[in-house]
């Protein structure tokens, strides 16, 4: 199975902030990464796919890029509506596999 | 717009069986994949179980192979998690999610607890 080392477990921010978030693969994954958030009580939603794509209605202030096995997500100028949880998925391999998460809070 | 509706959840006892079912709106259900991906309290994201458009074929992770079965009734446009030998380590909340390999729409959840 593909491991995926997501860090930092937790992140401090100011609003307006630029934040990253990194995902490393146990092995090269060929860009097959997605990028969720979940904010409490909730279902997770869809970001990012394939590294960069940004799925529709989703602001440009996200992002996504990566090669190989190591991966970032960014959230340029911070809101407060972006205060959730992060989650990387590889799904160029079976079984497919998230990250621990990351969960961004307010400085 | 598309909308996945989970019901069955609920607090059942270890070895015990439980039905998940899934009802889907908005798209054309038959056109894709579909899967059930699971989230424990308080942690991370765990894939469960995957099942063609056509439920033709099915994948599981070890985790839950031999116990859970996805199935589907592209009819009803219902997708199902049959879930048997349960373990206190299934309680968790079952998302169902549409599958275009990454997962692009999740419904609401439902909960599951595994307890005696």
């Known amino acids: 199975d593909i491991q995926m080392t997501q860090s930092p477990p937790s992140l401090s921010a100011s609003l307006g902030d630029k934040v990253t978030i990194t995902c490393q693969a146990s092995?090269?994954?060929?860009?097959?990464i997605a990028w969720y958030q979940q904010k409490p009580g909730k279902a997770p939603g869809l970001l990012i796919h394939?590294?960069?794509t940004l799925v529709s209605g989703i602001p440009s202030r996200f992002s996504g890029s990566g090669s190989g096995r190591d991966y970032s997500f960014s959230i340029s100028n911070v809101e407060s509506e972006d205060i959730a949880s992060y989650y990387c998925?590889?799904?160029?391999?079976?079984?497919?596999?998230f990250g621990g998460g990351t969960k961004l809070e307010l400085k | 717009e598309v909308q996945l509706v989970e019901t069955g959840g609920g607090l059942v006892q270890p070895g015990r069986s439980l039905k998940l079912s899934c009802v889907a709106s908005?798209?054309?259900?038959?056109?894709?994949?579909m899967s059930w991906t699971r989230q424990a309290p308080g942690k991370g994201l765990e894939w469960v179980a995957s099942?063609?458009?056509?439920?033709?074929?099915?994948y599981y992770p070890d985790s839950v192979k031999g116990r859970f079965t996805i199935s589907r009734d592209n009819a009803q446009n219902t997708l199902y998690l049959q879930m048997n030998s349960l373990r206190s380590e299934d309680t968790a909340t079952y998302y169902c999610?549409?599958?275009?390999?990454?997962?692009?729409?999740w419904g609401q959840g439902v909960m599951v607890t595994v307890s005696s």
């Open positions: 999610t549409r599958d275009e390999s990454y997962f692009d729409y």
């Open positions: 908005g798209f054309t259900f038959n056109n894709y994949w």
């Open positions: 099942i063609t458009n056509s439920g033709g074929s099915t």
């Open positions: 092995q090269n994954i060929n860009k097959y």
């Open positions: 394939y590294t960069s």
């Open positions: 998925l590889q799904y160029d391999n079976s079984p497919r596999t």
